[in-house]
């Protein structure tokens, strides 16, 4: 794989990153009004917000992206970290670009003193599912919610 290079985001990188962040809403079949993608990327530049974000690049060209948020925990002192959003260009899918993203969060959060990393992932998203019991435990929770 050529020379990648993944760092946090900066304001001059939304319009690197808003394609990335439509294709993600696109693969989850999912639309969210503008507000609501103009309000996530204040969060990411703000320091006092638990929400990061980081884009891999190559080449000059952002080719994956990351989101994660540092929460408080019931069963820990340290916080632990959601890693919510992953996306890699379909050039860029089976290149390791994913995993790279993934380790990108992992040593971020054990430098914020994180005690874990967890995410989910939609039941029918196979390829990606065979790299997360590579990298990461399944530990057979189900998740429920309920719209309010």
């Known amino acids: 794989m050529p020379d990648v290079q993944i760092r ?19 693969f989850y079949k999912t639309e969210l009004p503008d507000a609501v993608t103009d309000s996530t990327w204040k969060r990411f530049l703000d320091s006092n917000e638990p929400t990061n974000a980081a ?8 080719v994956g992206l990351v989101h994660f948020i540092y929460h408080r925990s019931n069963w820990s002192i340290n916080v632990s970290c959601y890693l919510q ?22 040593a971020t959060a054990k430098k914020a003193g994180a005690d874990k990393v967890h995410w989910l992932t939609h039941e029918t998203n196979t390829t990606a599912i065979q790299l997360y019991e590579r990298i990461a435990e399944r530990p057979g929770f189900i998740q429920f919610r309920k719209p309010l």
Do not use: C, F
């Open 8 to 26: 946090p985001v900066t304001a001059d990188d939304r319009s690197a990153w808003l394609p990335l962040w439509k294709a993600y809403l696109t």
């Open 55 to 62: 884009l891999a690049w190559q080449n000059g060209k952002a």
């Open 85 to 106: 959003d992953l996306l890699v260009t379909p050039e860029q899918r089976g290149t390791g670009m994913g995993r790279k993203l993934i380790e990108h969060v992992y």
